[in-house]
């Protein structure tokens, strides 16, 4: 039994894979694309924050369709749209149509983004939700080192280096697309469209030890059939308060400028003196990093809390961001000390926000509007994501590294208090129970 909710778990993770690995390709590609494309700054950041408006487009549109075929069916489209994407953009001889797939792509992580830890969320149990839906970031940093890995071992095979580069993802997103298949659709899901039977028998299937009867009654008194058919409930009271919360959660996650490294890795270690072979090998000491502290986190989730791992990160990050930015401001690149306070930063990001942001937005929500109120959460998200991915390199030119992470330090203070204010503790209850506490 526990075994088909690992599965399903891990399949469903499967996207956060795609995800981090479609996000992270990228940074190995810069100087490739920048030189097959003649890229000037501007257009190097549009080719770079194509794919995060599709991830846009990807997590707003996502919900209601989500709701209206499951989450299952989703997934499946995401894992079409990743495949295709993989193959275009590598065969991509102009950057119209580069960003043409890019863009395809986007909407596939932002599809993926919403749907996968929703999906986890709704077929697990309270006592171990926040270390299933977690495996989505697992997943996600995983998919980021893979990327950064093949990117190194890519990189020297010659002038179409960058597109096996993207090409290479072609084989986990048909291996994703094929498995969905074989998992059942999700429970939740199933009592909000009438399919009783079918939801009873998969909370059996995949929880033997809980009372059916009870989950089954709890779910469809969290319901409530008219408000589930009117769009524009999700601004109105009592849920427009955890609307924004869910928007201010999005929004500073991106305002850490943690996505920022991750795309311009190689380039921030080009600037400080070295070499592209170099840069890629200590991309891939910082993706290192973020797998190692991702994993330390998800054992924590369950027993320290979300709100807790929250306020740690926000208290731990902005030491590291105002040392990587002090570097920059004086231009002191002496010794390894700019890779030192990159790990800091991500180590701590890794084990709070980067963990967590995904379990708050998949678990925060009533039943009946949670995979919309999740979509805007991530289109948050995404969207301050392209924001800052497109302006990096034209900020860099005008105002230097060093202010820019100057900025992001700032921000990162002030989210700790947002969280210490705003943010509720939800280890421990279940879907329906959450309801109960953050609607009083």
Known sequence: MIQKLYLYSFVAALGGFLFGFDMSVI????????????LSDTLLGYAVSSALVGCVVGALLVGKPADIYGRRTMLKVTGSLFLISAIGTGAANSLTVFVIFRLIGGVAVGGASVIAPLYI?????AKIRGRLVAITQLAIVTGALTAFFSNYLLVGIGDNNWRWMFLVEGIPALAFFVLLFFVSRSPRWLVKVDCIDEARSVIQSINHDADVDQIMNDISQSLNKEIFSKGVVL???PYRRLVLIGIAVGMFNQLTGINIIFYYTPTIFKSAGFGNEAALMQTVIVGATNLIFTLIGMSLIDKLGRKFLLILGAAGMPIFLGLF???FLNQDFD????????????AFFASSQGLVIWVILAEMFPNNIRARASAIGSFSHWFFNALTAFLFPIAVSAFGVGYIFGFYTIATIVSLF???KF?????GKSLEELERVVLR
């Open 121 to 125: 969320s709704e077929i697990s149990p």
């Open 27 to 38: 940074a190995g590609t810069i100087p490739f694309i920048t030189e097959y494309f003649q």
């Open 325 to 327: 930015a002090y570097t």
């Open 418 to 420: 947002f969280f210490r």
């Open 423 to 427: 943010l509720v503790e939800t280890k």
């Open 335 to 346: 010794g390894y000390f700019v890779l030192i306070y990159l790990i800091g930063f991500v």
């Open 235 to 237: 601004f109105k009271k």
